[in-house]
């Protein structure tokens, strides 16, 4: 079995940057992608990044291009997104996730239900 833990959340003015990582442990772990998800209150939990693990390739939601950025830290088995220029909008409790593969499409990687592992999410606040 895989667990997942995020880190990294917290409180941010508008504008201002935070940076969480998620840390695999457990089996073996040689996931297909890594991803991250959001659920805000009220609302269904969203794609926002996804990277293939061996590939490299990364997939974003429009609403985080450019602002965002999702990564890997090969020595660890850690994710990383790098969020920048926050927006009230990007508050929200952040999830990592795992899948274990064969291969998906971009359009996959943006289900949640292509994913397999969860993490218990990291509350992230941007306020204005």
């Known amino acids: 079995q895989v667990q997942l833990v995020e880190s990294g959340g917290g409180l941010v003015q508008a504008g201002g940057s935070l940076r969480l990582s998620c840390a695999a442990s457990?089996?073996?772990?040689?996931?297909?992608?890594m991803g991250w998800f959001r659920q805000a209150p009220g609302k269904e939990r969203e794609f926002v990044a996804s990277?293939?693990?061996?590939?490299?390739?990364?997939v974003y939601a429009n609403s985080v291009k450019g602002r965002f950025t999702i990564s890997r830290d090969n020595a660890k088995d850690t994710v990383s997104l790098q969020m920048n220029n926050l927006k009230t909008e990007d508050t929200a409790v952040y999830y990592c996730?795992?899948?274990?593969?064969?291969?998906?499409?971009?359009?996959?990687?943006?289900?949640?239900?292509?994913?397999?592992?969860w993490g218990q999410g990291t509350q992230v606040t941007v306020s204005s």
């Open positions: 457990g089996r073996t772990f040689n996931p297909y992608a």
């Open positions: 996730a795992a899948n274990r593969g064969p291969s998906l499409s971009d359009r996959m990687l943006l289900s949640d239900r292509m994913y397999d592992y």
């Open positions: 990277r293939r693990w061996s590939a490299g390739t990364t």
